[in-house]
């Protein structure tokens, strides 16, 4: 089991920037995949940018160039730079791990976080 907590939520204006951070504990040798998810209110939850054991990254359409993924494999440590911030950005952030082959669909991840507000202002 791998626990998961997420950090570096806020409140920011748009066009501003916030880097959440997610550190990961337990058995984190077989989580094969890190992604991060979002949730609005009312709306059901989506993946918003994943990366396997690899390092190879995938993002959804509608972050793609703004938001990027990254991890720290010595401090197990996953990290999402979110920058040019949009109001329809505003959800709340998961942080999940995935000890399967597929790192991309809410279905596989295992492990969540509590999750992180963000919130972006007009």
């Known amino acids: 089991q791998v626990q998961l907590v997420e950090s570096g939520g806020g409140s920011v204006q748009a066009g501003g920037s916030l880097r959440l951070s997610c550190v990961a504990s337990g058995d984190t040798a077989r989580s094969y995949c890190m992604g991060w998810f979002r949730q609005a209110p009312g709306k059901e939850r989506e993946g918003v940018a994943s990366i396997d054991s690899r390092g190879i990254t995938r993002y959804s359409d509608s972050v793609k160039g703004r938001f990027t993924i990254s991890k720290d494999n010595a401090k197990n440590t996953l990290a999402l730079q979110m920058n040019s911030l949009k109001p329809e950005d505003t959800a709340m952030y998961f942080c999940?791990?995935?000890?399967?082959?597929?790192?991309?669909?809410?279905?596989?991840?295992?492990?969540w976080g509590q999750g992180t507000q963000v919130t972006v202002s007009s």
């Open positions: 999940a791990a995935n000890s399967g082959a597929y790192c991309w669909g809410t279905k596989w991840y295992q492990n």
